[in-house]
Structures are given as structure tokens and as C-alpha cells.
């Protein structure tokens, strides 16, 4: 189970830190993402992060700006986002399990297979 926390509402320009925690560590969680969705918007891949750290991605829109992390044992996971702007207000997931042995879809929802409830993050 995945659990986010950390959302709210924050000015422009203003950071927010969320926090993804798994009731249990599992290999799954060897590499981890966050997702956002906006009101008639695909859902869209953020910040990826593999094997505690080693390597992480971005998507263009966060370089910069967010930064993914992981704690030591590896049940939580962390997205540090600074310079709030009003198009990061989405709901915002972090998921686990990468289904596929590429990482070229890193960023896409259907290669993640477990899903948090999600947090909102609101931009104004």
C-alpha cells in the first residue's frame, strides 16, 4: 500500500515537499515514480527514481525545479518541489513495480503497476 501525503496549497514560486510511504518495503520499490493528473489532463509522469537514488529522471517541464529521493531503507519516497508555478496544480501519485525491462517508458502510468491514493497540490 501506498500512501501520499504533503499536498496543499502554496503561492507561485512557493515549494512543497511530498511524501510517498509504503506499509511495507518490497523489491518493487527498488525503483519509483511520481505521476500528476490535472482536471482533463493524461496523467503525466514526473520524477522517476531507481535503486535508491543511483539514477533519477525528470520530466522536462520539472528539471530544475523537483527533486526525487528516497530514504534508506527504501519505503519512502520523497518529491521536493520548488518554484511552484500555477501548471504544476494536479493531483499528485506516486507509484511502484515497473513492469517493463526498458527504462524508455520510465515516465508513462501503464508501466507502473501499484498506485497511491494520491495528494492534491494547488498552485495559485
Known amino acids: 500500500q501506498l500512501v501520499e501525503s504533503g499536498g496543499g496549497s502554496v503561492r507561485t514560486g512557493g515549494s512543497l515537499p511530498l511524501s510517498c510511504i509504503a506499509s511495507?518495503?518490497?523489491?518493487?520499490?527498488?525503483?519509483m515514480v511520481w505521476f500528476r493528473q490535472a482536471p482533463g489532463k493524461e496523467r503525466e509522469g514526473v520524477a522517476a527514481?531507481?535503486?535508491?537514488?543511483?539514477?533519477?529522471y525528470y520530466a522536462n517541464s520539472v528539471k530544475g525545479r523537483f527533486t526525487i529521493s528516497q530514504d534508506n531503507p527504501g519505503n519512502t519516497v520523497y518529491l521536493e518541489m520548488n518554484n511552484l508555478k500555477p501548471e504544476d496544480t494536479a493531483m499528485y501519485y506516486c507509484?511502484?513495480?515497473?513492469?517493463?525491462?526498458?527504462?524508455?517508458?520510465?515516465?508513462?502510468?501503464?508501466?507502473?503497476?501499484?498506485w497511491g491514493q494520491g495528494t492534491q497540490v494547488t498552485v495559485s
Open positions: 527514481i531507481w535503486i535508491g537514488g543511483r539514477s533519477t
Open positions: 507509484a511502484a513495480a515497473f513492469l517493463l525491462p526498458s527504462i524508455v517508458a520510465r515516465l508513462t502510468a501503464s508501466s507502473w503497476l501499484y
Open positions: 511495507t518495503y518490497t523489491d518493487d520499490m527498488k525503483r
